[in-house]
């Protein structure tokens, strides 16, 4: 959590032809809240049962737009090895490129990062600190096959959107004019 990872989706889905997938927002939706909505325990959001539905949620979500035959950005925190897996298998099934978008931050800044978002009230990530350090304990990282499929992103000082494009191509083998 505060990555930048949906800032960047944003940014993606305004230059790339493709569906983007939030799993701050199926989780709400999960509790039946629009994306906006305040929950009344936030920390109830990320409990694993919740957690689990929004993966398979978002897995059942991306193969069916695969299958209509578009692109999809899955804006997840993808901490487990497992959870990485079942997504690349889903895009290998489909016969679709598959890129792992790693986004890192010192601690520190990812600390004030979602204190901040809270603060402001206005986004459909509801994660805490709480949830913060609980991701950090649970992050696995990216093995050898996976980091041959992605591109890590220092958001702090993240590449051009043209360079972060020309890596996106060179790794999934899918032109961008497609």
Request: with cysteine; charged share 25%; glycine share 6%.
């Amino acid at each position: 959590s505060g990555s930048g990872k949906s800032r960047l989706a944003a940014a993606l889905r305004e230059v790339l032809p493709l569906i983007h997938l939030r799993s701050d927002i199926e989780r709400k939706r999960r509790v039946g809240l629009g994306p906006e909505a305040r929950s009344a325990v936030a920390d109830d959001l990320y409990a694993p049962g919740i957690t689990d539905w929004t993966y398979q949620q978002l897995q059942d979500l991306a193969a069916a737009i695969l299958g209509w035959g578009f692109d999809v950005l899955v804006d997840a925190t993808l901490l487990t090895r497992s959870r990485r897996a079942a997504f690349r298998a889903l895009a290998n099934r489909q016969g679709t490129g598959f890129v792992i978008l790693a986004l890192v931050a010192p601690m520190s800044v990812l600390r004030q990062r979602v204190a901040q978002r809270l603060a402001r009230g206005h986004d459909a990530s509801e994660a805490s600190l709480a949830v913060l350090e609980h991701q950090r304990s649970i992050c696995e990282r990216l093995s050898l096959e996976e980091r041959r499929q992605a591109i890590v992103i220092h958001s702090t000082q993240p590449p051009s959107m043209a360079d972060l494009l020309g890596r996106i191509v060179a790794l999934s083998g899918v032109p961008l004019d497609d």
